[in-house]
């Protein structure tokens, strides 16, 4: 039994990882995560979600890590949750005004709830699409061509899937933008 | 919205349809016939034959089976343990994680020799690499462990009379080289190709586009992703499981990690039609599995679609339920997926199911509760053929007939094991639920076993705190794996008693099963008469369905209306 064990561990423990290793330094970055860059500086990671609260930005959502991917983990919080309830209205209150001109139905569910990991990358188009006017003010561009910088960043599946904005991408183009400063 | 139906139903579909010249393959691995794959594996299996010592093609009655079986796992888990404790001082720990406590690593051992993973810990700060390498070892051993068991069971139905049922090294073996392997090589890769990091580097330190600065957890990720998914483990790399965005990137991937998850269990129903070269009870079985599984689904996939009416009455537009969702997976996939993972005992999350709506929670923890739908590798049929013991005594008694199945008489020891079988799974999860309400009822200073008193580890108030600690108990005792992550599980209480459970609901499961198996291949054999109870009809798949459907209702109805029932009616 313990000889069978050892060749096992030999085979899954050391073949098989370093086998997927070798393969995967083929792979974006070799394996390493694919990573985002300006001027050849690593600004984030492309599958990893980033804090953005600061004027400017398109906004993600609310994470119970705080977007620290040291860590990954959801609220945990129940539906019922009378705390936790408190705490959404507050998010939304908030939301509302930064986004003075937005009525609440406009605002969806994805924007004023955590992720299940804390590091969602993506918010919903709707959630993109009624932040275009608050970031254009914010950033003295006009406001069409912000938002027909959110619909190109729109990701629309082609047979199945699901349609997603990926906020780091587009505040990465936003800032790369001309004349792209953020009004005081 | 209509996209997002359309990749459930292309992975649910094309699982079922790889499932049937897999299970055949499956079937004829096991059956010792030739197959187009002999050239390739035999060589390498010769290998590990002749460096372990092991005959394959020596017989063994069901008896010496066990002991194997057992063998190897007690021994695997006194090397985890030892290797949690030490993983500290141990290569490959770029973070410098420290060693797990005795009581968090005799968790983690058990949870990964017994095919469960419940993880008590967070992969990106609670393991070094070494420690995930050999938790990734245990989730191909396990799998295999419970394959080959089913494999056992298989060889006694066959129509004749024996004492030995095949060489137990033999089945574990071809499970890992032939099942298992060849399969998680190819979904590591994809997996890798589509940004699941596979490195041996460290965290890596960020300043971010806002200028904010933050570490990023990495690691050996894509072999392990594969191997948790098609073994039915469901472990984490990262603490956030399948909703990482490492983990599990896109919606592609999340199609083929779920398909990963459904192609063993699948195949292993058509796998022993083609073995007893009786189709037909394959169907039955499926059918009847199938159904239980969607009687499960439309209700979670439904009221997460609906989402939060609390939400909804504070005015804004409700998208699914999204707390604890990811946006690239959506409400109806991240639904599907919870019925899926727990109905099946993988118990990988791609959204927390502590979030998620009262009826869902309800249907999560009937999945975990009914724990024969489907199922795990290999375990979930076995679990199966508990029932069909019983569906068969109980229509004979209602015939007046003696209760035979596949030509064998099923008397009074049978019955005996297969209802003991039945009873303890709700008696795991009602002893050990009640044993933590009790304390969190009267809010008990726990002393050695939590820094603090009882309530301390709840996340939630009222029936959600209830239903948190009953699903917690639940997937321990399925061997599930899953869990509503609020609870504060990382303590000598919940590390010590899921233990106990986890290693209780794994192997007694699977000694029941084998011993009744081993039993009646042993008794002489019964051509089928017109007297005989036909157990590939309609009518034998409603009456397991029923036996199914009783058992579950009556065992645990008081409690899910104590939890989640209570939560949807206030």
């Not at chain 2, 406590?101 to 992969?123: E, K, R, W």
């Not at chain 2, 005015?315 to 993972?341: C, D, H, L, N």
């Amino acid at each position: 039994m313990l000889r069978l064990t050892l060749v096992l561990i030999v085979i899954f423990c050391i073949y098989y990882p370093l086998m997927v290793f070798g393969v995967a330094q083929a792979a974006p970055n070799n394996g390493k995560g694919e990573i985002l860059t300006i001027d050849g500086k690593t600004v984030g990671y492309k599958r990893i979600g980033q804090k953005f609260d600061k004027p400017g930005f398109f906004w993600g959502r609310p994470s119970a890590v705080d977007y620290n991917a040291a860590g990954s983990a959801g609220s945990n919080k129940g539906p019922s949750n009378p705390d936790y309830l408190i705490q959404v209205q507050k998010r939304i209150d908030a939301f509302l005004v930064a986004h003075p001109y937005l009525k609440k139905s406009d605002v969806p569910a994805d924007i004023v709830t955590a992720s299940g990991s804390g590091l969602d990358p993506h918010i919903s188009p709707q959630a993109a699409l009624i932040q275009v006017k608050r970031v254009a003010k914010e950033r003295n561009l006009d406001e069409s061509k912000v938002r027909s910088l959110v619909e190109k960043h729109i990701e629309k599946p082609t047979v199945a899937g699901t349609e997603t904005v990926n906020v780091l991408e587009l505040n990465l183009e936003l800032q790369q933008l001309k004349h792209s400063n953020i009004s005081k | 919205m209509y996209t997002e139906f359309v990749g459930i139903a292309l992975t649910f579909g094309l699982a079922i349809l790889l499932a049937i010249p897999f299970g055949k393959f499956i079937a004829q691995t096991f059956s010792g016939e030739k197959t187009f794959a002999d050239p390739f594996f035999n060589p390498f299996e010769k290998i590990i034959f002749s460096v372990s010592g092991i005959d394959p093609t020596r017989e063994m009655n069901w008896k010496q089976q066990l002991k194997a079986m057992l063998g190897l796992n007690f021994l695997w888990f006194g090397l985890c343990y030892l290797v949690l404790l030490c993983q500290g001082f141990l290569p490959l720990n770029p973070d410098g994680n420290p060693s797990m406590s005795p009581d968090l690593a005799f968790n983690t051992a058990i949870s990964f020799v017994v095919n469960c993973n419940l993880q008590h810990y967070s992969g990106e700060s609670g393991l070094s690499y070494f420690g995930q390498l050999l938790l990734m070892f245990l989730q191909f051993v396990s799998a295999a462990t419970g394959i080959a068991a089913a494999a056992t069971v298989f060889n006694a139905m066959k129509e004749r009379t024996t004492q030995t049922l095949g060489n137990f090294y033999n089945y574990f073996v071809k499970s890992c080289t032939r099942v298992l392997l060849p399969l998680a090589v190819v979904i590591a890769i994809f997996l890798a190709f589509n940004g699941t990091p596979m490195t041996f580097d460290g965290k890596d330190k960020i300043t971010t586009l806002q200028g904010d600065s933050v570490e990023v957890s990495r690691g050996p990720a894509a072999a392990f992703v594969s191997i948790k998914h098609l073994g039915t483990n469901g472990g984490g790399f990262f603490g956030a499981n399948s909703a990482h965005p490492l983990e599990n990137p896109n919606y592609f991937t999340n199609c083929v990690e779920l398909w990963a998850q459904l192609i063993i269990p699948f195949s292993m129903i058509f796998a022993l039609g083609f073995y007893l070269k009786r189709k037909k009870i394959a169907y039955v079985i499926f059918g009847v599995m199938t159904i239980g599984f969607l009687l499960l689904v439309i209700p979670t996939v439904v009221s997460e679609i609906n989402g939060n009416p609390a939400l909804s009455k504070m005015g804004i537009s409700q998208t699914g339920a999204m707390e604890g969702k990811e946006v690239r997976f959506g409400a109806p996939m991240t639904g599907f997926w919870s019925i899926a993972t727990t109905v099946i005992s993988t118990g990988s999350v791609n959204g927390m199911h502590d979030s998620t709506m009262p009826v869902s929670g309800a249907m999560q923890l009937l999945a975990m509760m009914v724990n024969a739908f489907y199922g795990g590798c290999g375990v979930g049929f076995l679990n199966f053929y508990i029932f069909i013991i019983l569906a068969v005594f109980i229509s004979g008694l209602m015939v007046g007939r003696t209760p035979e199945f596949l030509g064998k008489k099923i008397e009074a020891r049978e019955v005996k094991i297969a209802a003991f079988i039945a009873i303890l799974h709700p008696l795991l999860i009602l002893s050990g639920t009640a044993l933590a309400a009790h304390f969190a009822a009267s809010d008990t200073e726990m002393g050695y076993w939590l820094d603090g008193k009882a309530s301390g580890w709840l996340n939630n108030p009222g029936a959600h705190g209830f239903s948190e600690m009953l699903y917690e108990n639940t997937s321990s005792a399925a061997n599930n794996g899953s869990g509503f992550e609020g609870l504060a599980d990382n303590n000598p209480f919940w590390n010590i008693l899921t233990g106990i459970l986890l290693w209780l609901g794994r192997f007694i499961p699977i000694i029941g099963p084998v011993a009744i198996a081993g039993l009646l291949a042993k008794k002489k054999f019964i051509p089928e008469s017109s007297g005989t109870l036909k157990t590939d009809t309609t009518i034998f798949g409603i009456m397991v369905f029923a036996v199914i459907a009783i058992i579950a209702a009556l065992s645990f109805f008081p409690a899910l209306a104590l939890g989640p029932l209570a939560e949807y009616f206030s």
